[in-house]
């Protein structure tokens, strides 16, 4: 299932969020570690590559939508799912509102309470410049 996919990609852009820390979960683990099939395999190598590839652009989009919050402050989890969200609205072409309603879905699961509604605002705005 693309919810699978998705998620995988989300922790593997969380993976990501953490350049020096050599202790992390790789590629292969995370992989061995899921039931992904073939079709979500290409997938989710379709979303981490526009990811990687528009990482900077991504992070600017982010960044003016949150105004008043520097990225750094901003929680990794919350981070990782907004940087996911943009990858698949903008570059991905996953209808919006499918893109946000699987993101606020694991926000569910992976974040805080709050977490939900920030999200959402900031990619209301990001909707609207994109």
Do not use: H
Not at 46 to 57: A, L, Q, V
Request: contains cysteine; negative net charge.
């Amino acid at each position: 299932m693309r919810k699978d996919a998705r998620e995988f990609a989300f922790k593997m852009i969380f993976e990501n969020l953490f350049p020096d820390c050599d202790e992390g979960l790789t590629y292969d683990t995370l992989l061995e570690q899921t039931s992904l099939s073939e079709e979500d395999v290409k997938f989710y190598n379709e979303i981490f590559s526009e990811y990687k590839s528009n990482k900077n652009d991504i992070e600017k989009i982010v960044k003016s939508a949150c105004e008043g919050y520097q990225l750094e402050r901003i929680y990794k989890v919350d981070l990782a799912l907004m940087y996911l969200a943009i990858t698949e609205i903008k570059y991905v072409k996953t209808p919006i509102a499918v893109a946000i309603n699987e993101i606020l879905n694991l926000s569910k699961k992976y974040s805080t309470e709050k977490s939900q509604s920030f999200i959402n605002g900031v990619l209301a705005k990001v909707v609207k410049s994109v």
